[in-house]
């Protein structure tokens, strides 16, 4: 049993304590200015990642045999959705092993911003960024990955082939 003399202070004192770590309410009428958001780490500029796609030639892309533009994906995203289609591009930006599968950004000139950079994951073939691949998978539409991944349109489980390796 503890000493009454000690047990009050101490109990006491967690109580405080814990009345320390409760959620503390700011006061309606005090200004606080916003956090600032925490800083971005910068990737290396030879990282993969940060590389620019405005580097990639897409002048000369002939649009696939029976297949559709990045555009035309876009377009009729609704209709294609669940449905296999093929594309040829340019490997824009590749990332690969990042959960479990290869990420691959093709664009062939068609489009405008929003429309015309094509997300492909396939367990595949990865092309180097600037190679001409012919695409064939299947549409996803609406995929959220969380962490800011998110897809209106995307092809999933796609083959990948290179046509013509980038020469750079």
């Not at 940060?50 to 580097?55: H, I, L, Q, R, T």
């Not at 294609?80 to 950004?105: C, D, S």
């Not at 600037?130 to 998978?137: K, M």
Request: hydrophobic fraction near 45%; glycine fraction near 10%.
């Amino acid at each position: 049993m503890l000493n009454p003399k000690i047990g009050t202070p101490l109990a006491l004192a967690v109580l405080v304590a814990l009345a320390g770590c409760a959620k503390k309410e700011p006061a309606a009428d005090a200004a606080k200015a916003p956090e600032a958001p925490a800083p971005v780490a910068q990737l290396p500029a030879d990282h993969p990642v940060a590389k620019p796609s405005a580097d990639v030639d897409l002048t000369g892309i002939a649009k696939a045999d029976g297949g559709k533009t990045v555009a035309e994906v876009f377009a009729e995203k609704d209709a294609l959705a669940g449905q296999p289609v093929t594309v040829r591009g340019k490997a824009v930006k590749v990332n690969a092993g990042i959960m479990g599968t290869n990420w691959v950004h093709v664009r062939d000139g068609s489009g405008a911003d929003g429309t015309n950079d094509l997300t492909v994951t396939t367990a595949g073939t990865v092309p180097n960024v600037g190679d001409t691949v012919l695409v064939t998978g299947t549409v996803a539409l609406n995929k959220d990955f969380g962490m800011g991944y998110s897809y209106d349109v995307i092809v999933e489980d796609a083959t990948v082939a290179i046509e013509v390796a980038n020469e750079m």
